[in-house]
């Protein structure tokens, strides 16, 4: 089986602090996406990853940053964490060969104050 | 961009009742997707189809690939109080990356015992 983890379900951080959120799959997947997730607006792509070190700007990058050092982890992280960024957060990766079956994370809901 | 419009955007049924849902887009697509979510959970990949006119089966879930491949159904036999979530459908961006997926706005799922 797919395992996507997310380091927290829940998350409440203070506007001003920079926030790190952990996505880790042991499965050897190429492919890593960050999502965010809001009522009326779907998930969108704040950014994804194809490969160590490389990643790739989504549709709403504005106010992150990803990191990604090892294949199995991809860091999202809140440069300065803003109340417009409380939402789910959610971690996916493909296996290779499959980039378009993408398995999510359990998500992490993210309060900003 | 692509859109994905997905219809209805919810549905209340009684427990034992046949669900339909269906995805349309302006845009050709040549992978449609099916993914279903808990409550405070992440998507979880039900269906991924590659063919148009193919017909998957899952358990009570079916799906279709439209032959216009602009459209995809996902049908539910016999519902039961567990299928209540939210079901997604989503397809491979044409143009840029591959990698990146388009979903839609997702069909709002109730069972009623």
């Known amino acids: 089986d797919v395992k996507v983890t997310q380091s927290s379900r829940y998350l409440v951080k203070r506007t001003g602090e920079k926030v790190f959120l952990e996505c880790v799959q042991d499965?050897?997947?190429?492919?890593m996406f960050w999502y965010r997730q809001d009522p009326g607006l779907g998930l969108r792509l704040i950014y994804f990853?194809?490969?160590?070190?490389?990643?790739e700007k989504g549709d709403i990058p504005e106010g992150y940053s990803v990191s990604r050092e090892k294949k199995e982890r991809f860091s999202l992280i809140l440069e300065s964490a803003s109340t417009n960024q409380t939402s789910m957060y959610l971690c996916?990766?493909?296996?290779?060969?499959?980039?378009?079956?993408?398995?999510f994370g359990p998500g992490t809901r993210l309060t900003v104050t | 961009g692509q859109q994905l419009n997905q219809s209805p955007q919810s549905m209340f049924i009684q427990e034992g009742e046949d669900v339909s849902m269906n995805c349309t887009s302006s845009?050709?697509?040549?992978?449609w997707l099916w993914y279903k979510q808990d409550p405070g959970e992440g998507p979880v990949l039900l269906i991924a189809?590659?063919?148009?006119?193919e017909l998957t089966s899952n358990g009570r879930l079916t799906a279709q690939f439209g032959i216009t491949r602009k459209d995809s159904f996902l049908n539910i036999s016999a519902s039961i109080p567990s299928d209540v979530g939210i079901y997604f459908c989503?397809?491979?961006?044409?143009?840029?990356?591959?990698?990146?997926?388009?979903f839609g706005k997702g069909t709002l799922l109730t069972v009623n015992p």
């Open positions: 996916a990766s493909t296996y290779p060969g499959q980039a378009y079956e993408q398995y």
């Open positions: 499965m050897d997947h190429e492919n």
């Open positions: 990853s194809y490969d160590v070190k490389m990643k």
């Open positions: 845009s050709i697509f040549n992978t």
């Open positions: 189809l590659y063919k148009a006119g």
């Open positions: 989503a397809g491979p961006n044409s143009g840029g990356s591959n990698y990146k997926l388009t």
